[in-house]
């Protein structure tokens, strides 16, 4: 079992950064693919970013490309989503996901476990 708990949501001006936290409890933390996946009013769950077991692979959606950036530290059982550049499109609850094993997956339904979400403002 895993526990996931996101943190560092909140509103922000566009174009201003924001970082999000997502602390997972257990001991195999290590071992679980992580992604972040948003979701706004009225719309589907979407894919944001993922990273392997290891941080060394990585991938992102499009719309996101070059301005998040998607971290672990193992030691410290937690995945960062660090967002550059806001755009009021971003505005969203983002919740983080765990999925057991190697493969990078940019579908919702692969992933075991789910955090409660942290809900981003972006104000124009």
């Known amino acids: 079992q895993v526990q996931l708990v996101e943190s560092g949501g909140g509103l922000v001006q566009a174009g201003g950064p924001l970082r999000l936290s997502c602390a997972a409890s257990?001991?195999?933390?290590?071992?679980?693919?992580m992604g972040w996946f948003r979701q706004a009013p009225g719309k589907e769950r979407d894919f944001v970013a993922a990273?392997?077991?290891?941080?060394?692979?990585?991938s992102y959606a499009d719309s996101v490309k070059g301005r998040f950036t998607i971290s672990r530290d193992n030691a410290k059982n937690t995945v960062y989503l660090q967002m550059n550049s806001l755009k009021p499109e971003d505005t969203a609850v983002y919740s983080c996901?765990?999925?057991?094993?190697?493969?990078?997956?940019?579908?919702?339904?692969?992933?075991?476990?789910w955090g409660q979400g942290t809900q981003v403002t972006v104000s124009s």
């Open positions: 996901a765990a999925r057991y094993g190697v493969v990078l997956s940019t579908t919702d339904t692969p992933y075991n476990y």
């Open positions: 257990g001991r195999t933390f290590s071992r679980y693919v």
């Open positions: 990273i392997d077991w290891s941080g060394s692979s990585t």
